[in-house]
């Protein structure tokens, strides 16, 4: 063996041992990288507490947008009431409603200060005497720890109110009218409970911007809440998955205003079914923010029009957990008791408290009884005054 082969296996391995050297280096510094963007992935308390920062800098917000609600063609099945005919040569089955594409339009608004807001949204009903899809309004108000909620004939066929107590998770359960709340109230709506989420091990991305998700709930019914940390956390998209299936996303957009804060320029939402196919989408464009002004509180207050059939919660009767009465013109409530049950509007209206079921034809057997008892009365008098009329003549003649 040669000095020369000798120092080429030397050199040789001495060039193994820098390249082990190297790489070793590299593997232990991408390790280090790993552990550091660990470090910086964010918790939920970290999460929470921006949202916390958010809403003291936002205390109060008067938001108006319109929102544009499309229902395609025959999406919906519509169940049977009760008692109720099928059309002849359906063979059982259903109809699918609506037939033709919906779409309805309304404009919306809320003013929010602190944990009290008043808001009216646009929603829609279905007419099922026409199939057809139409816009439905509905207020709601939450002043004092009182949560109070209307809407005007429509869905029912009476205006109704609901008044109950409030807490601080209680917001408006219609989908055109929740997606502010999670914006300008994410900690309040968005993490009640934080314990229940935790961060997904994946990155999503809206806009082209990387976003944290936070989830809650299983691979079965999974809720996610898709924020940006480059913009303070803000909430950038919802979604709700039924066995690992996207079926309800609403996607927020939004601009800085003149002071640095970010505030929505609007949303969108597209709900679908489990085959993939459209049933619902939801676009909301706003016309009108304004952040950190007065608001009077007046504006807050939500009153009850006349005939407002009205379920109160924060007092219990023997109809159960809730009383209810129909708001009269002189502000007098008619109650309702146990004896009107079932009983029509219309007829819980027109009587008194106990007296919507009684049977028709007692009114107007009493009625007859009053009519025939006062011609009676006047027939006798008739008798009366005929009999005088007589004895005075007889009387005459006599004389």
């Given at each position: 063996?040669?000095?020369?082969?000798?120092?080429?296996?030397?050199?040789?391995?001495?060039?193994?041992?820098?390249?082990?050297?190297?790489?070793?280096?590299?593997?232990?510094?991408?390790?280090?990288?790993?552990?550091?963007?660990?470090?910086?992935?964010?918790?939920?308390?970290?999460?929470?507490?921006?949202?916390?920062?958010?809403?003291?800098?936002?205390?109060?917000?008067?938001?108006?947008?319109?929102?544009?609600?499309?229902?395609?063609?025959?999406?919906?099945?519509?169940?049977?009431?009760?008692?109720?005919?099928k059309p002849s040569g359906q063979s059982g089955k259903q109809p699918r409603?609506?037939?033709?594409?919906?779409?309805?339009?309304?404009?919306?608004?809320?003013?929010?200060?602190?944990?009290?807001?008043?808001?009216?949204?646009?929603?829609?009903?279905?007419?099922?005497?026409?199939?057809?899809?139409?816009?439905?309004?509905?207020?709601?108000?939450?002043?004092?720890?009182?949560?109070?909620?209307?809407?005007?004939?429509?869905?029912?066929?009476?205006?109704?109110?609901?008044?109950?107590?409030?807490?601080?998770?209680?917001?408006?359960?219609?989908?055109?009218?929740?997606?502010?709340?999670?914006?300008?109230?994410?900690?309040?709506?968005?993490?009640?409970?934080?314990?229940?989420?935790?961060?997904?091990?994946?990155?999503?991305?809206?806009?082209?911007?990387?976003?944290?998700i936070l989830e809650k709930g299983s691979s079965s019914a999974r809720f996610?809440?898709?924020?940006?940390?480059?913009?303070?956390?803000?909430?950038?998209?919802?979604?709700?998955?039924?066995?690992?299936?996207?079926?309800?996303?609403?996607?927020?957009?939004?601009?800085?205003?003149?002071?640095?804060?970010?505030?929505?320029?609007?949303?969108?939402?597209?709900?679908?079914?489990?085959?993939?196919?459209?049933?619902?989408?939801?676009?909301?464009?706003?016309?009108?923010?304004?952040?950190?002004?007065?608001?009077?509180?007046?504006?807050?207050?939500?009153?009850?029009?006349?005939?407002?059939?009205?379920?109160?919660?924060?007092?219990?009767?023997?109809?159960?957990?809730?009383?209810?009465?129909?708001?009269?013109?002189?502000?007098?409530?008619?109650?309702?008791?146990?004896?009107?049950?079932?009983?029509?509007?219309?007829?819980?209206?027109?009587?008194?408290?106990?007296?919507?079921?009684?049977?028709a034809r007692s009114r107007i057997a009493w009625r007859w009884v009053i009519?025939?008892?006062?011609?009676?009365?006047?027939?006798?008098?008739?008798?009366?005054?005929?009999?005088?009329?007589?004895?005075?003549?007889?009387?005459?003649?006599?004389?």
């Open positions: 063996m040669s000095i020369q082969g000798s120092e080429a296996r030397r050199a040789g391995g001495s060039g193994r041992i820098g390249i082990a050297v190297v790489l070793a280096a590299g593997i232990l510094a991408l390790a280090q990288a790993g552990r550091g963007e660990d470090a910086k992935k964010p918790t939920v308390e970290v999460i929470a507490a921006a949202w916390a920062r958010y809403q003291n800098d936002v205390k109060s917000v008067r938001l108006e947008w319109t929102d544009s609600i499309f229902v395609p063609k025959e999406t919906i099945e519509v169940q049977a009431i009760e008692g109720e005919k409603l609506p037939p033709q594409d919906e779409k309805i339009q309304g404009d919306s608004r809320l003013i929010l200060d602190g944990t009290s807001y008043r808001f009216t949204s646009q929603g829609y009903h279905l007419d099922r005497d026409t199939g057809k899809f139409k816009a439905q309004k509905c207020d709601g108000a939450s002043v004092g720890g009182i949560i109070k909620a209307y809407m005007p004939p429509g869905d029912y066929d009476h205006p109704l109110g609901n008044i109950n107590h409030a807490k601080a998770t209680d917001i408006p359960r219609i989908h055109t009218a929740t997606p502010p709340f999670l914006i300008f109230r994410s900690l309040t709506v968005g993490l009640a409970n934080p314990r229940d989420y935790r961060i997904a091990d994946r990155v999503g991305h809206v806009d082209g911007r990387p976003c944290v996610g809440l898709w924020v940006d940390p480059a913009r303070g956390y803000l909430v950038v998209r919802q979604t709700t998955a039924i066995d690992g299936k996207e079926i309800d996303t609403t996607t927020y957009s939004y601009v800085q205003d003149k002071r640095g804060i970010w505030v929505p320029t609007g949303w969108r939402g597209v709900e679908v079914g489990l085959d993939g196919r459209l049933r619902q989408s939801l676009t909301a464009t706003v016309t009108r923010v304004e952040v950190n002004v007065n608001i009077d509180p007046k504006d807050l207050v939500l009153e009850f029009p006349p005939g407002t059939l009205v379920r109160d919660f924060t007092k219990p009767s023997e109809l159960g957990d809730n009383t209810q009465y129909i708001l009269r013109e002189d502000v007098s409530h008619r109650l309702l008791d146990r004896r009107d049950r079932g009983a029509p509007y219309d007829r819980l209206l027109a009587t008194e408290t106990g007296q919507a079921n009684n049977p009519l025939l008892s006062t011609l009676g009365v006047l027939g006798a008098a008739a008798i009366v005054a005929a009999w005088k009329r007589w004895a005075s003549t007889k009387g005459a003649k006599a004389g």
